[in-house]
C-alpha cells in the first residue's frame, strides 16, 4: 500500500513539476514577445523620426542654401549681417523641430519617464492663463478662464504643463484678432477635465481624425502663423503619458475646443485644500 502512496506522490510532484516548467516557460515566451514588439515599436519609431525630420527640413536647407548663396555674390557687410541673422532664426526653427520630433519619438515608444505627484491643477492653470494673457493681449484677443477651486490631482507637473501650452499656443495660432479663448478645468465623476476652446474657424469634421498626426496643418487661410504641426501630436502624445486622452469637439464659442481627460485611476480627487 505504502508503495502504491509512493507511486502516486512520484506522479504528484511530475505533474506538478510539468505544469511549473510549463508556466515557466510560456511566462518566458510572453516576455520575450513583448520585448521583441517593444523592440518592434522603437525601431519604427526611431525609422518614421528620421523620415519626419527629413520631410520637414528640405524646406528650411533649401531656403537656407539659397540665402547664404546670394549673399556670398555680394560685398555689402549690412547684407551680410542681415543674412546671419535670418540663418540663425532659421537654425533655431530646425532645431525646434528635431526637439519636438525626438521628444514625440520618446513618448509614443514609452521611454520618457512620467513622475507623478500631487499636483495642484487649480494653481497651474491659473499660472497659464497668467503666462499667457499677455500674448494673447498682444494679438488682440481674450483669454479667461473658468478653473473649480481646489483641484488635486496626480499626475506629472511638467508634462501637464506642456499640454497645456501646447493647447493654448495651438489657439492663439488660429483665432483672429477679436476672439475669444477659454481654459477651463473641472473635476467630473473622478475624471480630471481641462478644455481650451476658442471662437475661431475651428477643425473641418474630415480633418478631426487627422489633426493629431505629425506634421498636420490646417489650411493657411485659417491660421495666423505657420507651425511645424507637431504640437498636437505631442498633446496626445503626453496624454497617453499620463493614462488620459484628449478630443477635439466644436466649441459654444463657434470654434474648436480640445478637451484633455484623464482617468481615476491617474487623477483622483483629493480632499479639498486647507483655507
Known amino acids: 500500500m505504502s508503495g502504491m502512496w509512493l507511486f ?67 560685398d555689402d557687410a549690412a547684407a551680410h549681417r542681415a543674412t546671419l541673422e535670418r540663418t540663425l532664426g532659421e537654425v533655431e526653427g530646425m532645431q525646434s523641430i528635431i526637439n519636438a520630433l525626438l521628444t514625440l519619438g520618446q513618448a509614443e515608444a514609452g521611454g520618457i519617464r512620467v513622475k507623478k505627484r500631487p499636483v495642484d491643477l487649480t494653481a497651474l492653470l491659473e499660472e497659464m492663463l497668467e503666462l499667457y494673457i499677455p500674448s494673447a493681449e498682444e494679438r488682440q484677443l481674450r483669454l479667461e478662464g473658468r478653473i473649480a477651486p481646489r483641484m488635486l490631482i496626480e499626475a506629472d507637473r511638467q508634462l501637464l504643463a506642456r499640454i497645456f501650452s501646447n493647447l493654448l499656443d495651438n489657439a492663439l495660432k488660429y483665432v483672429p484678432a477679436g476672439g475669444l479663448i ?84 491617474a487623477a483622483s480627487v483629493s480632499t479639498p485644500f486647507p483655507r
Do not use: Y
Open 8 to 74: 502516486v506522490m512520484i506522479l504528484l510532484l511530475g505533474a506538478m513539476a510539468a505544469g511549473v516548467g510549463f508556466w515557466w516557460v510560456r511566462r518566458r515566451e510572453q516576455k520575450v514577445a513583448m520585448l521583441r514588439e517593444r523592440l518592434v515599436t522603437v525601431t519604427q519609431c526611431a525609422r518614421q523620426t528620421g523620415d519626419n525630420i527629413a520631410h520637414d527640413l528640405r524646406t528650411p536647407l533649401t531656403r537656407l542654401r539659397g540665402d547664404v548663396e546670394a549673399a556670398l555674390r555680394q
Open 182 to 265: 477659454m481654459l477651463t478645468g473641472a473635476i467630473k465623476g473622478g475624471r480630471a477635465e481641462i478644455t481650451v476652446e476658442d471662437s475661431g474657424p475651428g477643425v473641418p469634421q474630415e480633418m478631426r481624425e487627422k489633426i493629431f498626426e505629425r506634421f498636420t496643418r490646417l489650411d493657411s487661410s485659417r491660421t495666423i502663423a505657420s507651425g511645424a504641426g507637431l504640437g498636437l501630436s505631442l498633446v496626445k502624445a503626453f496624454a497617453r503619458l499620463l493614462q488620459g486622452d484628449v478630443t477635439i469637439g466644436s466649441s459654444s464659442l463657434g470654434g474648436a475646443a480640445f478637451s484633455v481627460t484623464l482617468p481615476a485611476s
